[in-house]
């Protein structure tokens, strides 16, 4: 098809746009390898497979603006398939007898048909979406501080983006409908090009050639122009999201941290200062990155006007890194990449990184970042040195002391370790209902729930100390290494193989954060042992009055559902008892935040338009509900208080109190 001048060109072109790109993507290379730690290529093999299914499937986009996610499939198919499209095109213009025989050709021919109409449709979809009506969701509010460069920059790239697209695709489909018009007649294995090709009547062979020629350079030689700018573009994440996939560290829960050791002499790193700090995976995640915005339409911060936005964070490190060279700059995070008002507004509920269809993880980064201003520059909210002195002294946030402990116990028997030495559960009752007043009422009411079960347990009582969760969370890896070993220690010494939690935020550190430290242990929530209890028929339950039986609304807590995929268990078990869950809006892994999580349980929250916790009860008064189930004593803290503050009342009840109203005798739970 090409004349020998032709050829040669392409040639020549190619190999100086494949020399541009290569520099390029060279640059991206040192750049994340200079980051901290090692990738394990190992996982990539393991994982391939999956990966492949799931990125084919556009799995994780779809979980969120269905119609949108479906126009950007079209394009991201027609990405996948152009690739062998664009193979067989340059084949054709070297060799013009080469044809794809057979049938095997004919659905070539309609896979590429239907495959450009597809993708126009989407681009031009989302063009007018991004450019005409252009939605609050898809940009950051004025006061959200993004890289001087991103506001105008990111607009620009999209632009340049969906010319290349529109310019490479209708070029090569318009290319698809002269040939047919060259044959005289429609191709019935290409209905949409032979549509178009009705748009060429009496146009003569010469010009129908030379159309296809014209049509040749503008679908290939974009290709060649646009791959220079490639590593560049957003669009790099077509490349870095399966990396993402393939070789992110594995996680046991996508809110456990990363691992220090605090005893190793030659450590001197803590947490992330400067962007030289970032771990490769977290330099990955700004390439990754496609400016979706889906991270921050779920942050419970952002949402509720305070400075933070998950995707600024990605975005602003893309632009940073793209402003320098091929080394990473000594740029420090704060000021450069994020506020520091920002972040110390995140609550650690992971909805960012659970929503992110790149795998990204925006939350790693501001907890890392906490880390340094902790411990490197002693820079943390005044509000937490309560806290933090409470763990310090008396192993809790609240600073009571060890002997007041089991004051929560009283008149009910409860067994402690040292007395029952080998219980068949252990129950760590954490620091909230052992010291919290509302929260002590759970306490007492699992203890009366494990009591008419006949559930042979014991509790650590005075040896028990805090998880130093909210320590870890706001930064202050030294006090939460000190208390992991000596719980670890602890727990080991009494072989506690099988432990239940009323506390998400314990049943995490244990199960998630302290085999790091050697501890390994299987970790219950009280709503997982109490529907086994049911199950097993071992606690009899009254059912509930038909008046009340949809008056309850379940809020499931961030580190229990999201970050433990503790979903089922606590609806099951309010079934049991006669309940009928009216769901709110975001349940489940799309949970809305109470606000207490990050350590935010012990300050106020950062300058915003509205109270996290209110966003939440109003979406709970808004199912009709008369009371609010909880399963965790920070939410339960939260919600109530947000209950309180409110003209309009609504009960809010841990799980297990719930149940305990349910147990005969008991006093009939109040609608």
Request: glycine share 8%.
């Given at each position: 098809m ?12 190619t190999?100086a746009?494949?020399a541009?790109?290569?520099?390029g993507?060279r640059?991206?290379?040192r ?6 730690g ?6 990539a093999r393991?994982?391939?497979?999956q ?5 084919l499937?556009f799995?994780?986009v779809?979980?969120?603006r ?5 126009f950007?499939?079209?394009v ?9 499209v664009?193979?067989?095109?340059l ?12 049938v095997?050709?004919?659905v070539?021919r309609?896979l ?10 989407g ?5 007018v979406r991004?450019?005409?009506v252009?939605p ?5 509010r004025?006061?959200t501080?993004?890289?001087p ?5 990111i607009?620009r790239d999209?632009?340049i ?7 490479h ?19 019935g294995?290409q209905?949409f ?6 748009r060429w009547?009496g146009?003569q062979?010469?010009?129908l050639?030379?159309?296809q020629?014209?049509?040749?350079w503008l679908?290939?030689?974009s ?15 077509l490349?870095?999201?399966?990396l993402n ?13 990363s691992f ?5 002499p030659?450590?001197?790193?803590f ?7 970032l771990?490769?995976?977290q ?16 942050c419970p ?5 305070k ?6 964070l ?6 940073l ?6 080394a990473?700059p000594v740029t ?10 920002a972040i110390?507004?995140?609550t650690a ?6 929503i992110c269809?790149?795998g990204d993880e ?8 906490r880390?340094a201003?902790?411990?490197?520059e ?5 509000q937490?040195e309560?806290?933090?002195?409470g ?7 609240w600073?009571v002391?060890?002997?007041e ?7 009910l ?6 007395q029952?030495?080998?219980p ?15 929260a002590?009422?759970?306490a007492?009411a699992f203890?009366?729930i494990?009591?008419?079960a ?11 100390q ?5 320590a ?7 006090i ?9 220690d ?13 506390c998400?935020?314990?049943l995490?550190?244990?199960k998630?954060e ?15 042992l ?5 199950q097993l028929?071992?606690l009899?339950?009254d ?10 609304t379940?809020?499931d ?17 309010l ?11 975001h349940?489940?892994?799309?949970s809305f935040c ?5 350590a ?11 109270r996290?916790?209110a966003?939440?009860?109003a ?7 008369a009371?609010?189930?909880?399963a965790?004593?920070?939410c339960l803290a939260?919600?109530?208080d947000a209950a309180?503050?409110?003209s309009?009342q609504m009960?809010v009840m841990d799980?297990?109190?719930i149940?305990?109203?349910?147990l005969p005798?008991?006093t009939t739970?109040s609608g």
């Amino acid at each position: 098809m090409l004349s020998l001048p032709e050829k040669i060109t392409f040639i020549l072109a190619t190999l100086a746009s494949l020399a541009a790109t290569g520099l390029g993507v060279r640059r991206l290379a040192r750049l994340i390898g200079a980051g901290y730690g090692n990738p394990d290529w190992r996982l990539a093999r393991k994982r391939l497979g999956q990966v492949v299914g799931r990125l084919l499937a556009f799995q994780p986009v779809f979980r969120f603006r269905f119609w949108t996610s479906l126009f950007h499939a079209f394009v991201g198919w027609g990405f996948v398939y152009y690739i062998s499209v664009n193979l067989f095109d340059l084949i054709h213009a070297y060799d013009g007898e080469f044809f794809i025989p057979g049938v095997a050709g004919d659905v070539c021919r309609l896979l590429a048909d239907v495959v450009s109409v597809a993708v126009l449709i989407g681009m031009a979809f989302l063009i007018v979406r991004r450019f005409i009506v252009r939605p609050s969701h898809l940009s950051t509010r004025g006061s959200t501080f993004l890289h001087p460069k991103a506001r105008r920059g990111i607009r620009r790239d999209s632009a340049i983006v969906a010319g290349f697209i529109l310019a490479h695709v209708g070029a090569r489909f318009t290319s698809a409908s002269l040939a047919v018009a060259a044959v005289g007649h429609a191709d019935g294995w290409q209905p949409f090009a032979s549509v178009l090709a009705g748009r060429w009547p009496g146009a003569q062979p010469e010009t129908l050639v030379l159309g296809q020629h014209i049509a040749f350079w503008l679908a290939l030689g974009s290709v060649l122009l646009f791959l220079p700018y490639f590593p560049y573009s957003k669009h790099v994440h077509l490349f870095f999201a399966p990396l993402n996939y393939l070789l992110k560290p594995p996680r046991r829960s996508m809110g456990e941290m990363s691992f220090q050791d605090l005893n190793d002499p030659t450590l001197e790193r803590f947490g992330v200062s400067t962007m030289q700090d970032l771990g490769w995976e977290q330099l990955m995640d700004a390439y990754a990155c496609i400016m979706c915005y889906r991270c921050q339409e779920v942050c419970p911060a952002y949402q509720t006007g305070k400075l933070l936005s998950p995707a600024a964070l990605e975005i602003n490190k893309r632009y940073l890194l793209n402003s320098v060279g091929s080394a990473l700059p000594v740029t420090p995070m704060i000021e450069a990449v994020i506020l520091q008002e920002a972040i110390w507004a995140c609550t650690a509920c992971a909805a960012c990184v659970d929503i992110c269809p790149v795998g990204d993880e925006p939350m790693r980064d501001i907890l890392d970042i906490r880390r340094a201003l902790s411990l490197m520059e002693n820079a943390f909210p005044k509000q937490l040195e309560a806290a933090f002195r409470g763990m310090e002294r008396a192993a809790n946030p609240w600073g009571v002391p060890a002997s007041e402990r089991m004051r929560w116990a009283e008149g009910l028997p409860v067994p402690t370790i040292g007395q029952n030495p080998h219980p068949e559960v252990l129950w760590w009752v954490g620091c909230a209902p052992a010291t919290e007043i509302r929260a002590r009422r759970t306490a007492r009411a699992f203890a009366q729930i494990l009591d008419a079960a006949g559930v042979d347990y014991a509790v650590l009582g005075q040896d028990e100390q805090c998880t130093g969760d909210a320590a870890r969370r706001a930064g202050r890896e030294d006090i939460f290494f000190t208390l992991a070993r000596a719980n670890v220690d602890r727990l080991d010494a009494v072989r506690a193989h099988r432990i239940v939690t009323t506390c998400p935020h314990c049943l995490h550190v244990l199960k998630n954060e302290y085999p790091a430290f050697g501890g390994h242990y299987q970790v219950l929530h009280h709503s997982q042992l109490i529907l086994e209890l049911i199950q097993l028929g071992k606690l009899g339950l009254d059912t509930l009055d038909e008046g009340i039986l949809d008056k309850v609304t379940y809020h499931d807590p961030c580190y229990l559902g999201r970050q433990n995929g503790i979903i089922d268990a606590p609806r099951r078990m309010l079934a049991a008892t006669g309940v009928i869950v009216n769901e709110m809006p975001h349940h489940g892994m799309t949970s809305f935040c109470c606000g207490a999580g990050g350590a935010q349980m012990w300050r106020e929250e950062e300058h915003g338009t509205q109270r996290i916790s209110a966003v939440r009860l109003a979406e709970a008064r808004a199912t009709g509900a008369a009371t609010l189930a909880v399963a965790c004593p920070f939410c339960l803290a939260m919600l109530s208080d947000a209950a309180n503050s409110g003209s309009q009342q609504m009960d809010v009840m841990d799980l297990a109190e719930i149940v305990a109203s349910r147990l005969p005798g008991a006093t009939t739970l109040s609608g």
